[in-house]
């Protein structure tokens, strides 16, 4: 039986760069879910009879916001629901599933890289028919309903069984339990040479991957450990757990310190990995090689044609604005063109949808090609796996290697984290408005040849977006870039983004905070960071 149950509007769920994300608590008020949930069916047009794609990263809360879905989807229509066993499913497989089964779109329960547990963070957000994350102009439809819905649909059922293979009925909608990581790795296997990555790892490459208790465990556990002969124990916290075991599942030098000390050994394995909570999230690192994430982009699109999902080539590649020009250079040099999109992923969507990239990738962690229309972590690490296979170089090497071709962008980003909401925005305010002041500054050895406030036109659908990030550009190629973290959930993040570009190969051995030394100090002077947030440094350096 369909009941409409009326409710009265929260006023605060504004997407954020990655759908909405808040403290459980607040997902756990009444009808926060449901309101939410319902203003995402309200705006979307057509779904009768159609197929839903639903799943989490296993984080406290998901299974029962599962419940409540399913039982909303059914009183509003919808003709199937595939759920991934035990309520999982990582972002990718989710992308993958939903362009697989040509499903109407999908709801994926996950608050990426933020803690969980009862204290922790939880997150909704909703990918459409192609897969990937909804583009603005649907986030906003879902925000403005969300701020008037009056009433929500659902119906009288009894729970699902969310733990076993099974087809179910609630009233007319059919509900299917299903095996996520099979598809997931026959996808996998499909891009990459698994014989000569299993070949490699039977020569005796040693790897550690750390799935950090969160959504890949299963999926590295059945593909690098099963399927490709990794030892037993390559995967390491590899049972997702719902508060993550207390720890944030971000796979940076922070909350990864653990797999980077280990890769730092002379003795530790050839290849380390991590994947953060809902696996789209990647961290590469060889022994004593830590791979930045705009470097492995670069890497990837360089080498990208040895594995036999891309030995075609790449159409074009694409960088989110902060990301760093690395990818840029391989671009010229394969002759194939460039993209550069704001932060978040959804904008990469309709360049794969237009055939216009093949690879993309950002800072923050997160690779991906036209595979899905996710990032994807586990991807990430294959491909990898298949160029080290093919070189049978060291993950040094090849870094080295690409350097002296391509030249070093030194790279590094400062979080200021958790800092006061209305600093942070005076911060920008008062930069933004310095913006024109700044242009053709000498600032000691570095002259300020440009500033702008970055704005995006979307070459497909033609869109913009503007205000995306400040950017302070230097002559001599280096760059400083300011925005506040679309993901927290609690006060603001500043993030702050350096940038310097050395050709010379006898620079390339520096160690990074000494190479931006000069740009670090400006960063702080010129926004007033510590006048406006009372901090005198970062919290986390990545
Ligand atoms: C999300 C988006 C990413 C984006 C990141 C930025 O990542 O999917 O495309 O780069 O947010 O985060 P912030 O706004 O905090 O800099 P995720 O992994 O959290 O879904």
Known sequence: MVSLVSTTPYQ?????????????????????????????????DGFAGETLVVGGDGRYFNREVIQIVVKMAA???????????????????????????????????????????PEGDFGIKYNAGNGGPAPEKLTDAIFARSKIINQFRTIAADDIDLDHLAVSQIGGMRVEIIDSVADYQKLMQSLFDFDRIGALFRSGFAMKFDAMSAVTGPYGKVILEDVLGAKAGTVLNGVPLADF????????????KFIYDLAMRADGPDFCAASDGDGDRNLIIGRK?????????????????????????????????????????????LGIPLYETPTGWKFFGNLMD??????????????????????????????????????????????????????????????????????????????????PNLKGKKLGALHIQDADDFAYHDPVDGSNSERQ???????????????????????????????????????????????LADLIQLSRDLARIEYFTQRQAPSVIT
């Not at 075991?245 to 990864?256: F, T």
């Not at 595979?371 to 296979?389: P, S, T, Y």
């Not at 973290?485 to 190969?505: K, M, N």
């Open 354 to 435: 237009a055939g216009l990239v093949t690879l993309c990738g950002e800072e923050s962690a997160g690779t991906g090609s036209n595979h899905v229309r996710e990032k994807d972590g586990l991807w990430a690490i294959l491909l990898w796996l298949n160029i080290l296979a093919v070189r049978q170089q060291s993950v040094a090497e090849i870094v080295r290697e690409h350097w002296a071709v391509y030249g070093r962008n030194f790279y590094a980003r400062h979080d200021y984290e958790e800092v006061n909401a209305d600093g942070a925005a005076a911060l920008i305010k008062a930069l933004r408005d310095d913006l």
């Open 12 to 44: 605060d769920q504004a997407p954020g760069t990655s759908g909405l994300r808040k403290r459980v608590s607040v997902f756990q008020q009444r009808h926060y879910v449901e309101t939410f949930i319902q203003s995402i069916f309200d705006v979307l």
């Open 289 to 333: 090689q830590f791979v930045t994430p705009s470097d492995s982009l670069a890497l990837l699109a360089a080498n990208a044609h040895l594995a036999p999902g891309y030995a075609k080539g790449l159409a074009g590649v694409a960088r989110s604005m902060p990301t760093s020009a690395a990818v840029d250079r391989v671009a010229h040099k």
């Open 75 to 117: 009183a509003n229509g919808f003709g199937r629901v595939l759920i991934g066993r035990g309520g999982l499913l990582s972002t990718p497989a989710a992308s993958q599933i939903i362009r697989k089964t040509k499903a109407f779109g999908g709801i994926i329960l996950s608050a990426s890289h933020n803690p969980g547990g």
């Open 245 to 256: 075991g207390g720890h944030h599942p971000d796979p940076n030098l922070v909350h990864a």
């Open 469 to 515: 990030g400040l950017r302070i550009l230097f002559e001599d190629g280096s760059r400083l870039v300011y925005r506040l973290s679309g993901t927290g959930t609690s006060g603001a993040t500043l993030r702050v983004y350096l940038e310097r570009f050395a050709q010379d190969v006898s620079q390339h051995g520096l160690e990074t905070q000494s190479a």
